[in-house]
Each structure stands twice: as structure tokens, then as C-alpha cells.
């Protein structure tokens, strides 16, 4: 009879092929004294991770379960999809691209024993990311609605519970998912250890910058009330300005017998039109995103599981 894994780790994968085996023998180094499982969900790669993965699990079936989605559905549906099948106590999340070295796992797991909390991140001593990653890392802990006063534990590195994983994953039903906010909405008994951040050995990040601003973007939307307070702001902004220079064409009109210009009228409209599109288009974008949850598509679809 098999003995239940202590952990689980749960890695996302994406185009990384030329890493995965390193990250597997680094993985075996690191917790040979422990009971584990390893969870690699291959999120639509397309440069032969599969195939990877499929060798991996042939030379060690006792510890690897991998899992293929049907497309690429980005790392936080990813990491879904592999806690779906994850049978430890605690669940460790992790990259694919050896920048977390599976030997800090240990780390995390000594520093739940001693504190008992339901989720501990990796605090980066020196955070390897380009410029890019860590601007847009800082502007959605500001923007979020993050309120514990732990938002800046928050990583990609993590250990959970098992009942808090359950919570965050199971019961929630979205298009979108951002890990991240949804625990702390669940648990504030959240903590953070220094860990090791090692540069990429191979390859570039996937993450272009048209990509970040795309999921800084989603996550504005689906996890903030920014934009609208952004368009409270800038509407009644707006509305001071248009009164202003409507009080300044009564008194000319009054005391100088001066109509409006024709500059000024068209400027007056095109700025009051611009701020309306504007204000449209984000009201527009959480519609989108309500009819996208009224539709109720799944998170992920598996193509695959070995």
C-alpha cells in the first residue's frame, strides 16, 4: 500500500523543455528524505515539453503525474488544474525555470511547522526578474484589493494547506484566476520565509510586455475597483473643468458682450467625448467579464493524463 505524499508540487509548465530534467533531478536531490508527489501540467507548449514529461514519468512513476491541457491557459489555471489532482497534506506551487531551487521547498515547509500558518511564500532576497516583472509585481500589490497588510509576501513560490488550496481552487468557478488574491480573501494567517532567486539559466521568459500588461490588465478587472474609482476620479475632474470654462464664457458673454469661440467649443466637446469613451470602455470590459462568468466555462480542459 502507497504511503499519502507530504507534499505536493505543483508546476506549471511552458515551453520549457530543455529544463525540465535538470528541475527533476534538483526536485529527487532536494526531497529524497520526504514524501512527495510531483504535478507537472504541460500548459499548451509547443517546443516538445510534452514529450519531456513523458519520458519523466516513465523513469519515475512512483513520483510524477503529468497532465496535458488541451491549450495554453495561462500558470494560475494551470496550477488549478494540477491541484485537482494533488493528494498531500501541503501543496507546494512553483515555476518551471529553475529561478526557485527546489532545495528553499524545505524552507517553506520548516517554517509552517513552526508557525502553523495556512500559506507561506518565498521572499525573494534578490529578485532575479527583469525591470518589467518587478514594476508590474509592485503595481498590482498597490492596485489590488489586497488588504491584509501581507500583500507583499506574494509570489509564485508558495506552500498551502490543503483545506485553504480547496478553497481557493475548488469552489472557484472563473475564466480568470489570480491565485494570490483569492487566498488572501480566505486566510489571513499568511507568512513569508527569505528564499534564494537564481537567474534563468536557459531560454527567455514567456512573459513579453504586451503579455504582463495584458494580465496586469485582467487583474485590475477581475480583482479591483480601480478602474471605476479611476473613472469617479477623472469624471468628476472633468466635471470642475467644464464648469470652470462654462462660468468663464457666462462672465465674457456678461461683462465683454464676447461669444464662445469655435476652438473652444470643439475643444470642450472632444475632451468631454474622449472622457466618456474612456469611461465606456472600462464599464464595457466588466460587462465582458460578467458574461464571460454567466457562460461558466471551465478554468482549463485536459487533453491528457499520464
Same mark, same amino acid.
Given at each position: 500500500?502507497?504511503?499519502?505524499?507530504?507534499?505536493?508540487?505543483?508546476?506549471?509548465?511552458?515551453?520549457?523543455?530543455?529544463?525540465?530534467?535538470?528541475?527533476?533531478?534538483?526536485?529527487?536531490?532536494?526531497?529524497?528524505?520526504?514524501?512527495?508527489?510531483?504535478?507537472?501540467?504541460?500548459?499548451?507548449?509547443?517546443?516538445?515539453?510534452?514529450?519531456?514529461?513523458?519520458?519523466?514519468?516513465?523513469?519515475?512513476?512512483?513520483?510524477?503525474?503529468?497532465?496535458?491541457?488541451?491549450?495554453?491557459?495561462?500558470?494560475?489555471?494551470?496550477?488549478?488544474?494540477?491541484?485537482?489532482?494533488?493528494?498531500?497534506?501541503?501543496?507546494?506551487?512553483?515555476?518551471?525555470?529553475?529561478?526557485?531551487?527546489?532545495?528553499?521547498?524545505?524552507?517553506?515547509?520548516?517554517?509552517?511547522?513552526?508557525?502553523?500558518?495556512?500559506?507561506?511564500?518565498?521572499?525573494?532576497?534578490?529578485?532575479?526578474?527583469?525591470?518589467?516583472?518587478?514594476?508590474?509585481?509592485?503595481?498590482?500589490?498597490?492596485?489590488?484589493?489586497?488588504?491584509?497588510?501581507?500583500?507583499?509576501?506574494?509570489?509564485?513560490? !508558495? *506552500? %498551502?494547506?490543503?483545506?485553504?488550496?480547496?478553497?481557493?481552487?475548488?469552489?472557484?468557478?472563473? $475564466?480568470?484566476? @489570480? #491565485?494570490?488574491?483569492?487566498?488572501?480573501?480566505?486566510?489571513?494567517?499568511?507568512?513569508?520565509?527569505?528564499?534564494?532567486?537564481?537567474?534563468?539559466?536557459?531560454?527567455?521568459?514567456?512573459?513579453?510586455?504586451?503579455?504582463?500588461?495584458?494580465?496586469?490588465?485582467?487583474?485590475?478587472?477581475?480583482?479591483?475597483?480601480?478602474?471605476? !474609482? *479611476? %473613472?469617479?476620479?477623472?469624471?468628476?475632474?472633468?466635471?470642475?473643468?467644464?464648469?470652470?470654462? $462654462?462660468?468663464? @464664457? #457666462?462672465?465674457?458673454?456678461?461683462?465683454?458682450?464676447?461669444?464662445?469661440?469655435?476652438?473652444?467649443?470643439?475643444?470642450?466637446?472632444?475632451?468631454?467625448?474622449?472622457?466618456?469613451?474612456?469611461?465606456?470602455?472600462?464599464?464595457?470590459?466588466?460587462?465582458?467579464?460578467?458574461?464571460?462568468?454567466?457562460?461558466?466555462?471551465?478554468?482549463?480542459?485536459?487533453?491528457?493524463?499520464?
Amino acid at each position: 500500500m502507497s504511503t499519502k505524499p507530504t507534499l505536493s508540487i505543483i508546476i506549471p509548465v511552458y515551453n520549457s523543455a530543455i529544463t525540465l530534467k535538470t528541475l527533476h533531478q534538483e526536485l529527487t536531490q532536494a526531497l529524497h528524505e520526504m514524501a512527495y508527489e510531483l504535478i507537472l501540467v504541460d500548459d499548451g507548449s509547443r517546443d516538445g515539453s510534452w514529450e519531456v514529461l513523458k519520458d519523466l514519468k516513465k523513469n519515475d512513476p512512483e513520483h510524477i503525474k503529468t497532465i496535458k491541457l488541451s491549450r495554453n491557459f495561462g500558470q494560475h489555471n494551470a496550477i488549478a488544474c494540477g491541484v485537482s489532482f494533488a493528494s498531500g497534506d501541503f501543496l507546494v506551487t512553483m515555476d518551471d525555470d529553475l529561478q526557485h531551487p527546489p532545495s528553499e521547498i524545505l524552507k517553506l515547509f520548516k517554517h509552517q511547522e513552526e508557525t502553523n500558518d495556512d500559506v507561506v511564500y518565498g521572499q525573494y532576497i534578490d529578485k532575479r526578474h527583469t525591470y518589467w516583472r518587478n514594476a508590474g509585481s509592485w503595481f498590482v500589490r498597490k492596485t489590488s484589493n489586497i488588504t491584509t497588510g501581507n500583500a507583499e509576501y506574494a509570489s509564485s513560490f !508558495r *506552500l %498551502m494547506k490543503r483545506e485553504i488550496a480547496a478553497k481557493v481552487f475548488v469552489h472557484i468557478q472563473t $475564466g480568470f484566476l @489570480f #491565485i494570490d488574491e483569492v487566498i488572501f480573501w480566505y486566510t489571513s494567517r499568511v507568512s513569508g520565509v527569505p528564499v534564494a532567486h537564481h537567474a534563468r539559466r536557459e531560454g527567455s521568459s514567456t512573459y513579453t510586455r504586451a503579455k504582463l500588461f495584458h494580465l496586469y490588465f485582467d487583474i485590475l478587472i477581475n480583482y479591483s475597483a480601480t478602474p471605476l !474609482r *479611476l %473613472m469617479t476620479g477623472i469624471g468628476l475632474l472633468a466635471s470642475v473643468i467644464t464648469m470652470a470654462l $462654462g462660468i468663464r @464664457f #457666462i462672465y465674457n458673454k456678461l461683462m465683454h458682450g464676447a461669444l464662445p469661440g469655435f476652438t473652444a467649443l470643439i475643444v470642450t466637446i472632444l475632451f468631454s467625448t474622449s472622457i466618456l469613451m474612456f469611461c465606456l470602455g472600462i464599464i464595457g470590459q466588466y460587462l465582458y467579464k460578467l458574461y464571460q462568468l454567466q457562460n461558466r466555462k471551465p478554468s482549463y480542459a485536459i487533453d491528457q493524463v499520464l
